[in-house]
């Protein structure tokens, strides 16, 4: 399996995870062509502007996720990872 593929199933399933995990307003998988950082992005969009919830962060350090920094926006935190 090439690693592209690998990744890409890695980035799939912290989006699942994270969508079962907190409120969430939109998950995307985003290709390294579509992404702004040129790798697999997941980018989360979560309910709340607290910061980034531990079931998040838990759920990137186990798919090997690195989080990029992100602003929140009025209720709104934004997350960005990336392989």
Same mark, same amino acid.
């Given at each position: 399996?090439?690693?592209?593929?690998? %990744? =890409?199933? =890695?980035?799939?399933?912290? @989006? =699942?995870?994270?969508? %079962? %995990?907190? $409120?969430?307003? !939109?998950?995307?998988?985003?290709?390294? !062509? @579509?992404?702004?950082?040129?790798?697999?992005? #997941?980018?989360?969009?979560?309910?709340? !502007?607290?910061?980034? *919830? *531990?079931?998040? #962060?838990?759920?990137?350090?186990? @798919?090997? #996720?690195?989080?990029? *920094?992100? *602003? !929140?926006?009025?209720?709104?935190?934004?997350? @960005? $990872?990336?392989?």
């Amino acid at each position: 399996m090439s690693c592209t593929v690998e %990744e =890409r199933k =890695r980035v799939r399933r912290a @989006a =699942r995870a994270i969508q %079962e %995990e907190v $409120a969430t307003e !939109s998950v995307d998988v985003l290709a390294p !062509s @579509a992404s702004q950082y040129g790798e697999w992005t #997941l980018s989360d969009v979560l309910r709340g !502007s607290e910061g980034v *919830p *531990p079931e998040v #962060l838990r759920e990137l350090a186990l @798919a090997g #996720l690195t989080l990029q *920094p992100t *602003p !929140s926006q009025a209720e709104y935190q934004h997350v @960005a $990872a990336t392989v």
